[in-house]
């Protein structure tokens, strides 16, 4: 219940909240693993198998902008390939807005955002 404080231990923690289908939940974390190698400290996840959503949990000593462009887009593409969804329990937040094209179509996208300014007209 406690490993997201604990990651922080190592320094910084690169998180993502995706989900997958069940045949490569897992596969998400060994990919990551050796794609960073040692540039990295730690590649963990965590989650929810029932819903197939994934908290996956990279860190390094400090941030590091050559790790994160290892990292995305390379993850969001590795998920849609699977047709899992990029912003899972969490939400998609400003930090994915960007990148949701990888889970859902332009129409579904446009959608959403008629739906947000009726609750959000700002």
């Known amino acids: 219940e406690r490993l997201a404080e604990a990651l922080m231990?190592?320094?910084y923690c690169y998180k993502y909240d995706i989900s997958l289908p069940m045949s490569v939940f897992y596969e998400s974390v060994l990919v990551m693993k050796e794609r960073l190698g040692n540039?990295?400290?730690?590649?963990?996840?965590?989650?929810?198998?029932g819903d197939g959503n994934m908290h996956l949990n990279i860190t390094t000593p400090?941030?590091?902008?050559?790790v994160m462009d290892k990292i995305e887009p390379y993850l969001y593409e590795?998920?849609?390939k699977y047709k899992g969804s990029?912003?899972?329990e969490h939400g998609l937040g400003f930090k994915k807005r960007n990148?949701?094209?990888?889970?859902?179509?332009?129409?579904?996208?446009?959608?959403?955002?008629q739906i947000k300014t009726v609750f959000d007209p700002k």
């Open 9 to 11: 231990k190592d320094g």
């Open 39 to 49: 540039d990295v400290t730690r590649v963990m996840g965590y989650g929810h198998i």
């Open 62 to 66: 400090e941030y590091n902008q050559d």
């Open 78 to 80: 590795w998920t849609s």
């Open 86 to 88: 990029i912003s899972a």
């Open 99 to 113: 990148f949701i094209h990888y889970s859902k179509a332009d129409s579904a996208v446009f959608l959403m955002k």
